[in-house]
């Protein structure tokens, strides 16, 4: 039920009692009232007929047959759907132990008979005006939380739209082609996906870190933008200073990215993007760089963007070659496995070839 619905129809008061004359009297106060009585001899009728009407609020006798009040009350405060519905008791007890329960189950209010009229009527729009006040409340929380998250989310696009920019510029510096991004995204996907089904890899890899490690392996170079232009497109053999300015460009992209985590909230994105930035060079054997990690100490998700990475490199042309098909770019990356790559990870790649791009 929501806030706008309370305050567009009359009232509707659930009146529960065994007793007809009971009923009869409080049905008599409600209509006095402008609100809409509708009748139930117990709590089984009751819970038949909330769903009918969709009460305001509930009035329940506590001694009734087949369910009484308390368990009534019981049931509806245990359902999210139910449990801001205000409940009232009505009994002729009145005895503390009978409150004292009846509170403890999240009733509301208790109202002892033979009934005062003016005493009903008072509880009865006490409780609609502080239900009507905690539905308003409600619904300007679901709306604010709404509006927060929406916002959340567009700070987060920009973000990744700025550095999805960069990503581009440092792929034009070392002349990628203008669909490597794309194609290295959706091979990623691809083979963490294929990973999900086997027993080795299928715990680590949730469906939100497919998402996650798509949209981050588009920055796995995004450190580039600070290698010279000359030394990413020479087209001979680079020398040694050469290549030490080629490696920097892991730990040059994982420091951007780190810098941008410490002042923001980016969930898992930043930081997986990092992982992947900064280590998608190691090596399965410790041959790699910037951090020589070998085996599992590797991340995961730097071992599956190495080796996506690796086949679109080989499969794409470069300053200082032309591509390699996709049968020769696999040739030479068996050789490298269990070298530069995870074994099991190039099998799993390997398998699926015929999917990727």
């Known amino acids: 039920m929501d806030y706008e619905k309370n305050e567009t129809r009359d009232s509707v008061i659930l009146i529960v009692d065994d007793v007809e004359m009971n009923r009869a009297i409080l049905e008599e106060i409600i209509k006095d009232m402008g609100y809409r009585a509708v009748l139930a001899e117990n709590g089984v009728q009751a819970l038949e007929e909330f769903k ?206 780190k810098d941008l985590h410490a002042t923001s909230d980016f969930n898992d994105f930043i930081r997986i993007s990092v992982e992947v930035v900064n280590y998608h060079h190691e090596n399965w054997d410790g041959s790699g760089y910037p951090a020589g990690l070998k085996g599992e100490g590797i991340p995961l998700a730097a071992r599956i963007v190495a080796v996506a990475d690796v086949y679109c490199a080989l499969t794409e042309k470069r300053s200082y070659r032309d591509a390699f098909s996709k049968e020769e770019a696999l040739q030479i990356m068996q050789e490298e496995s269990g070298k530069k790559f995870q074994p099991e990870i190039f099998r799993i790649f390997s398998k699926v070839s015929r999917q990727l791009c």
């Open 52 to 257: 009918r009407c969709n009460p305001d609020l509930v009035l329940t006798d506590v001694s009734m047959p087949e369910m009484d009040g308390h368990e009534l009350c019981r049931i509806l405060k245990a359902k999210p759907q139910t449990r801001d519905v205000p409940v009232i008791f009505i009994s002729a007890f009145g005895e503390s132990e009978d409150v004292v329960k009846g509170f403890a189950l999240g009733g509301n209010d208790y109202i002892v008979k033979p009934f005062i009229p003016e005493v009903v009527q008072a509880r009865v729009k006490l409780h609609l005006s502080l239900h009507a006040a905690t539905l308003k409340i409600s619904e300007n929380n679901r709306r604010l939380q709404k509006s927060v998250q929406e916002q959340v989310l567009q700070i987060e696009q920009e973000r990744k739209n700025v550095l999805y920019a960069l990503a581009n510029m440092a792929a034009e510096k070392a002349f990628y082609a203008p669909a490597y991004r794309e194609r290295l995204q959706k091979n990623c996907r691809m083979l963490a996906q294929s990973m999900q089904f086997s027993p080795l890899f299928a715990e680590h890899i949730s469906d939100t870190f497919i998402d996650t490690i798509e949209a981050a392996a588009a920055l796995c170079d995004i450190g580039n933008i600070a290698v010279p232009q000359y030394v990413l497109q020479k087209p001979a053999a680079l020398d040694e200073e050469e290549r030490k300015l080629v490696q920097s460009h892991a730990e040059v992209g994982a420091k951007l990215l």
